[in-house]
């Protein structure tokens, strides 16, 4: 089964510190994988994606992503965290279905970061 | 990127009765989806709306209980039907705007019910 873990329930950090967000996944053939944020009483916002081409990606807010093929990691960093950057955060993968084209996703079941001042 | 507005933004109900969502988008899409955000826990895919045709459901979600209509490729709604308290839960639309396997999905700002 096609699947995506995020060990983590939260991950506290100081203020200007880097960050870490860890998610492993499980699938077959090539993996897609997504990082989403939700700030609270609001919605899904994207911040990155990982299709193909470079391991490092970056996106939305300074965020950036390792796509690790050998262990099967897509963590989330950003080199200097924000107190605004408190928010729950989710790693999604899309699963590979034969002859069905953009399917939805799976998602781990999200990181609370926490960031102090 | 899709501009995504859901109408309520919250809502709270009597046990039984049922409650329509509705997702419009700014943009012809080609792909709908409809997640579920239960207190504290991940998102679910409910199903795919499909424009001009029946929604496709996941594992443990059925016609009956969850409605879906997808009249053209800017709207979908959702109806949680003869609801009670465990249906409490965010209830997201989601869009694909190309369709293909490396397509983004965007998401709603979300439609938070609570049943009593």
């Known amino acids: ?117 | 990127s899709a501009v995504i507005s859901q109408k309520p933004s919250r809502d709270i109900c009597q046990r039984g009765t049922s409650l329509t969502i509705q997702c419009q988008v700014d943009s012809q899409v080609t792909m709908m989806f409809w997640y579920r955000q239960q207190p504290g826990q991940s998102l679910t895919l409910i199903a795919t709306a499909n424009q001009g045709s029946e929604a496709t459901y996941e594992s443990g979600f059925v016609i009956d209980k969850f409605p879906i209509s997808r009249p053209n490729l800017t709207f979908s709604t959702l109806t949680v039907s003869n609801m009670s308290p465990e249906d409490s839960s965010i209830y997201l639309c989601s869009v694909g705007t190309a369709g293909g396997k490396t397509d983004t999905q965007y998401f709603g700002p979300g439609t938070r019910l609570t049943v009593l």
Not at chain 1, 61 to 71: D, L, M, R, T, V
């Open chain 1, 1 to 117: 089964a096609q699947s995506v873990a995020q060990p983590e329930d939260q991950v506290n950090v100081a203020e200007g510190n880097p960050l870490t967000v860890k998610c492993t996944y499980s699938v077959s053939g090539n993996p897609y994988l997504f990082w989403y944020v939700q700030y609270p009483n609001r919605g899904l916002q994207f911040l990155l994606k990982y299709i193909t081409g470079d391991n490092l990606v970056k996106g939305s807010y300074g965020f950036e992503a390792e796509f690790n093929k050998s262990q099967t990691s897509f963590h989330l960093k950003k080199p200097s965290a924000l107190v605004s950057d408190s928010a729950l955060y989710f790693c999604a993968v899309r699963p590979q279905r034969p002859n069905q084209a953009g399917t939805a996703l799976i998602f781990g079941k999200g990181t609370t970061l926490s960031v102090s001042s």
